[in-house]
């Protein structure tokens, strides 16, 4: 299949459905062509009329003199299959299909529009939709799109694109952002995606010249290994990706076999795979958009975490350093050569960070610029903020400070200049064109900066997918937790002794053995979580424990399960000390498997102190699972307590990467909680596999 350049640069449109009222759906994307300055040849598809909007109109794409590059379609649904067969006759490399009505609708309408993928990919053209609000190329006016968003206002050109399933958020984010004056190279909306999705957008503007941030909103996605090769692919040109996501929705009721499936709710698992290629998924349009316009402002992003604040006000300065803060952002303090350098031109500030200047800044000549000239000159800071009050309101008398600001950034080109002022547009665009961004509102400036580092810091550490799935054997019985342990140890990871027995007598020997105090648990294919049912004792001091334990066990069994299928009691020595973590495995099924690590024990659901890895991890991303995770600290000689055996954790999540990789197409999740760190080694206490129904492998 071609790209979908073609949808973007067609040189003639054939418009089906076109209609003289400029205020009608058909009437709107023509009127909307034509204003925006579309160069190309249009025709005007309509049975009815011979002029539409001053244009030749034609009864039938057919019927068209000459080569037509795209069809637009906007006519009832019900016609749309043989408008499609036409412009695939008539030769088009794209199709645009506004219409909706399809698998938005129902099961007849899923089945429509599959027979125009069908039609498209077998003339090997693209198409847009259906069910879609079009798209704009701001590098040669096509406004393709019936959004009345137009009646209102015009995007201009830039270098920001935005690529979003859903017309109402895509045309909300282009008007709010035309508003505050942010260009655009190219919007467009998917719409159902029956063919082009969000993530193929991704990956042909992360090739496109004239765009450097890429802005997106998706709902759902349905080629995991797409989207993360498109996210992957603009992160390595080094064009920021902000992703919104719709909906925080759990994976369903099948996911509570186990903690991992509760815990891996489809957000969660959207938010690992953001971060892991290199993306950002603001929590507003309007922090989208800030972001966006740091990044296209300045052309590239903050060099460390480390940010200095020069400010006329105290308030808004310890303001500013609380979001810094709260957003993984550094002051540190002033560099013996940078304070001199500040006291040299305003002996009477505290050379500290942030540096309050106090209003006498305006009785010292050029007082702000020199300042932040020696911050930058004798400091390594990634980013400089400037809060300068509402001097950006008086353009005369603010452009001796103008022009010292562009030249301090074109001394410092590589290092952020953030201006935090009430301003004029002028003044602001005027700073914008030489990479110095403006905030009126000193939190959303700091929030902006925030942002773009978490982009910067992502894009320096990407994850890599794996190179293909490893073929095994079938994994046999792994209904108890016996059976799935015994799997878990071929594959490495570790494991205490431990037998299932069948009669009272044998768990005593068999506790006698592996020396006391030992553990009893219910064993049985039927019952996963056994300690909801009282189906494990622990702490038992000797032989006749143990065979009580067997009896009674067996007992609550039956009274909790009378169904359940009953192998035995399972009998093992009892652990002391260390630190209960939880490993398990999710199988996602948009992104594949899904590894979790956090605190564990009983108590995993009520905490959720978790984070998520894609697999395969190798040990460096093993270790930042392990850093993500706010309970990990208790590894750490926590209040003065035992240094755990980091390493030993570290091993256990490599070697369940490593088995869910040859195991993939079996598995649906992996429960190893608790997973026992100890001073000297890990150990696995309990496990619980599911696989996935014969139907689904």
């Known amino acids: 299949m071609q790209t979908i350049h073609s949808l973007f640069f067609p040189e003639s449109v054939a418009l089906i459905g076109a209609s003289s009222d400029p205020e009608r759906i058909g009437g709107r994307v023509l009127r909307f062509m034509r204003e925006g300055g579309f160069q190309g040849t249009i025709y005007p598809i309509n049975k009815g009329e011979a002029l539409v909007q001053g244009l030749p109109a034609y009864k039938s794409i057919s019927d068209v003199p000459g080569p037509v590059d795209q069809a637009v379609i906007i006519i ?32 007849a309408g899923k089945a429509l529009q599959q027979k125009l993928v069908d039609i498209c990919r ?36 830039g270098h920001i694109a935005l690529a979003t399933q859903s017309g109402a958020f895509g045309s909300a984010t282009y008007g709010m952002a035309s508003l ?150 550094a002051l540190p303090p002033l560099s013996a050569g940078a304070s001199a350098a500040v006291r040299e031109v305003l002996p009477f500030a505290v050379a500290a960070n942030p540096l309050d200047t106090t209003a006498q800044v305006t009785a010292v000549a050029s007082g702000v610029t020199r300042t932040l000239e020696a911050l930058l000159t004798h400091s390594a800071y990634g980013t400089v903020f400037a809060y300068l009050a509402h001097v950006g309101l008086s353009p005369t008398r603010f452009q001796s400070t103008s022009d010292e600001l562009i030249a301090l950034k074109q001394k410092f080109p590589e290092r952020g200049l953030v201006m935090v002022m009430l301003a004029t547009p002028e003044v602001a665009a005027a700073l914008d064109a030489h990479g110095i961004p403006t905030f009126a509102d000193p939190s959303r400036a700091v929030l902006a900066i925030a942002g773009a580092r978490q982009l910067a810091r992502r894009q320096a550490a990407l994850y890599t997918p794996s190179s293909g799935q490893r073929s095994a054997p079938a994994l046999g019985d792994v209904s108890t937790e016996a059976a799935a342990k015994k799997v878990l140890a071929e ?14 007598e044998e768990a005593a020997t068999t506790a006698a053995r592996y020396g006391f105090p030992a553990v009893a648990k219910i064993s049985s294919p039927d019952i996963a979580h056994k300690t909801e049912i009282g189906g494990v004792l622990l702490n038992l001091q000797d032989a006749e424990a143990v065979r009580q334990a067997h009896g009674e066990l067996l007992r609550r069994a039956r009274a909790a399960a009378p169904q359940a299928r009953i192998d035995g009691v399972l009998i093992t020595p009892m652990l002391k000390g260390g630190v209960e973590t939880i490993l398990g495995l999710h199988m996602d099924p948009t992104f594949g498997p899904m590894l979790m690590f956090g605190s564990g024990g009983t108590a995993v659901e009520l905490f959720k102190d978790v984070a998520f890895a894609s697999a395969p991890v190798d040990a460096a991303r093993a270790r930042q699972l392990v850093d993500a995770v706010q309970s990990s600290r208790l590894l750490r000689q926590w209040r003065g307590g035992p240094q755990y055996d980091e390493a030993a954790l570290v091993d256990a999540i490599c070697k369940l990467s490593a088995f869910a990789e040859t195991h993939a197409a079996q598995l649906q999740s992996i429960d190893l909680n608790p997973l026992v760190v100890r001073e000297k080694g890990a150990v696995c206490l309990d496990a619980v596999i599911t696989l996935r129904e014969a139907s689904a492998i």
Do not use: W
Not at 76 to 103: H, N, W, Y
Not at 145 to 152: E, I, M, R
Not at 195 to 222: G, H, M, N
Not at 284 to 293: H, K, P, R, T
């Open 122 to 157: 077998a003339a090997e053209v693209r198409m847009l939709g259906p069910n879609s609000l079009g798209l704009l190329n701001l590098s040669n006016q096509y406004s393709a799109t019936f959004s009345t968003a137009l009646n209102g206002l015009r995007p201009v050109k």
């Open 76 to 107: 009832p649904a019900a016609g749309v299959e043989t408008a499609l067969r036409e412009a695939v006759a008539k030769g088009v490399k794209s199709v645009q299909i506004l219409t909706a009505g399809f698998a938005e609708i129902d099961e």
């Open 180 to 329: 505050r004056g942010l260009g655009f190279s190219k919007i467009i909306a998917t719409g159902n995606e029956a063919d082009v999705d969000v993530a193929e957008c991704i990956d042909y503007l992360a090739d496109d010249a004239e765009t450097r941030v890429i802005c997106a909103a998706v709902e759902s996605c349905k080629d995991g290994t797409r989207l993360r090769q498109a996210l992957l692919k603009a992160a390595r040109a080094g064009k920021p990706v902000l992703i919104m996501k719709a909906g925080r929705t759990e994976v369903g009721a099948s996911a509570a076999a186990t903690h991992t499936g509760s815990l891996a709710g489809n957000d969660t698992v959207y938010d690992t795979v953001f971060a892991e290629c290199g993306a950002y998924r603001p929590q507003s349009i309007e922090e989208m958009l800030d972001i966006a316009y740091v990044c296209a402002v300045t052309g590239h992003l903050p060099a460390n975490d480390d940010v200095a604040i020069l400010t006329g006000s105290g308030g808004i300065g310890i303001l500013m350093a609380d979001h810094a803060s709260d957003h993984g952002l």
């Open 491 to 504: 594959a490495g990871l570790p494991m205490l002794p431990e037998k299932v027995c069948t009669s009272a």
